[in-house]
DNA sequence: GGTTTTATGTCAGCCATGTTGACCAAAATT
DNA sequence: AATTTTGGTCAACATGGCTGACATAAAACC
């Protein structure tokens, strides 16, 4: 049996491999938020405005309800961000047509804006990134992008993606 | 030139995989973090505490400056953090040899075994996601994260990697 | 060698954004 | 009519960023 590996030393590259993965997510995701950070802080805004105003622009008549299921926050502090949101005309609420109960979100001219600009710089470090790796890379990442992700949020994911693919709501913005 | 694209549908496609990644790598992160902060939270600590403990385990003997370059935030509110980290039993502070000014960081058994504890669980999800994956999708997944570093993070991480191979710090834990 | 400058770290207080808990109102359900 | 669901409000609290003022050690300068 000549080819049994001294599994000491690969049970330290193991780790060592790991610790990269933790720690290149830990740099990356501070690096790929500091852009945006930068033009809402300009704003008096913050991360929480930021996600409140992508998923709106990506899901235009989204409820409330359903967007806290994308964030995994408590509908208080959402409650605080969009308060803010529409004090600034970055947001309006229209009453839900079938069930009057629901607000169901748009970005005003001003937030698709802003939703834009955003989304520029952050997809414009994606593209370089993905640029310089390359086609096969992007696909890898992708892969283990989704294998670190909650089963849970893995469905919810790809029923965002269906849901977007479907149908566009009714609504000003559709 | 029968061989060009239909640029209108290109560039749609391309701000999708954009978006994509962009909501991907928001997912993910959350995901990532949310056992370890779990455990955290169980001894009344955050996300920065972990930084902390992740990064003087990693750099025994670092000092407040160096671990301030890797984590990109104030002084003050590191040294709030490392004051209850050294008040709790998971760090201790060694003043520096040569230059006196410098507190040399290092854990004790008590933060070792934390770290170890916070390290195992992420470093659990990503030997999932990695087996899931596929080596040569890993290969992609770090050119890409690489490729979302500002430059200077960039040469930050390489510096790092290299003062771990070459050395380790004369100290207790060393 | 004493003074100034630089490096390093601490203390105090502010702000954003997450949390719980208590409670209210409107609409839908039973 | 009573209950449940949905959405909102107020209050209080914790974490973890931030700035400003300050203390001390080391280095640089005259």
Redesign the pocket.
């Known amino acids: 049996m000549a080819d049994i590996k001294p599994i000491g030393k690969a049970l330290f590259l193991r780790e060592e491999e790991l610790r990269r993965g933790i720690e290149m997510m830990f740099f990356a995701y501070r690096d790929f938020t500091g852009e945006a950070d930068s033009i809402?802080a300009e704003q008096?805004?913050?991360?929480?405005?930021?996600?409140a105003i992508y998923f709106i622009g990506r899901n235009p008549g989204i409820?409330?309800?359903?967007l806290?299921g994308i964030?995994?926050?408590?509908?208080?502090?959402?409650?605080?961000?969009?308060?803010?949101l529409v004090e600034t005309g970055h947001v309006v609420?229209h009453t839900?047509p079938?069930?009057?109960?629901?607000?169901l979100l748009y970005l005003t001219e001003t937030g698709n804006a802003l939703e834009a600009r955003l989304t520029e710089v952050q997809g414009r470090r994606f593209a370089k990134a993905y640029r310089e790796a390359g086609m096969s890379a992007v696909e890898g990442f992708h892969r283990v992008l989704q294998g670190l992700l909650d089963d849970r949020t893995g469905q919810q994911v790809d029923e965002l993606g269906q849901a977007r693919q479907s149908a566009y709501r009714s609504g000003d913005d559709g």
């Not at 964030?71 to 803010?84: C, D, E, G, H, W």
């Open positions: 809402l008096n805004m913050g991360r929480a405005h930021h996600r409820t409330v309800s359903e806290l964030l995994n926050i408590t509908k208080q502090s959402l409650s605080r961000v969009l308060s803010a609420q839900g079938e069930d009057r109960r629901q607000r």
